[in-house]
């Protein structure tokens, strides 16, 4: 069983930045598939960005430009800084991880607002 541990969020203004961070329990990090996504109140949870264990990125369209996925094999720890926050990127934001089988955190809130 894998834990997935997210952290960084909070309230931002519109054209701000946060970075949010999925610390993983325990070793093999480096073989597994991350990704980042996040749910609004109402709406299915989407992904925003995913990085394999081979180090290649996707990005949603609605962030692309804005957001910035990585992660530290050595820390174990997948990071989403975001840039130019809008308010529609308000969210619950999850980590998820997948080899052999697929892992969630518990999600961590990220509101943009004025």
């Known amino acids: 069983q894998v834990q997935l541990v997210e952290s960084g969020g909070g309230l931002v203004q519109p054209g701000g930045s946060l970075r949010l961070s999925c610390a993983a329990s325990r070793a093999n990090f480096g073989r597994y598939n991350m990704a980042w996504y996040r749910q609004a109140p109402g709406k299915e949870r989407e992904l925003v960005a995913g990085i394999s264990s081979g180090g290649s990125t996707n990005y949603a369209d609605s962030v692309k430009g804005r957001f910035i996925i990585s992660r530290d094999n050595a820390k174990n720890t997948v990071y989403l800084q975001m840039n130019s926050l809008k308010p529609e990127d308000t969210a619950v934001y999850y980590c998820?991880?997948?080899?052999?089988?697929?892992?969630w955190g518990q999600g961590t809130q990220v509101t943009v607002s004025s």
């Open positions: 998820k991880g997948s080899w052999l089988s697929v892992y």
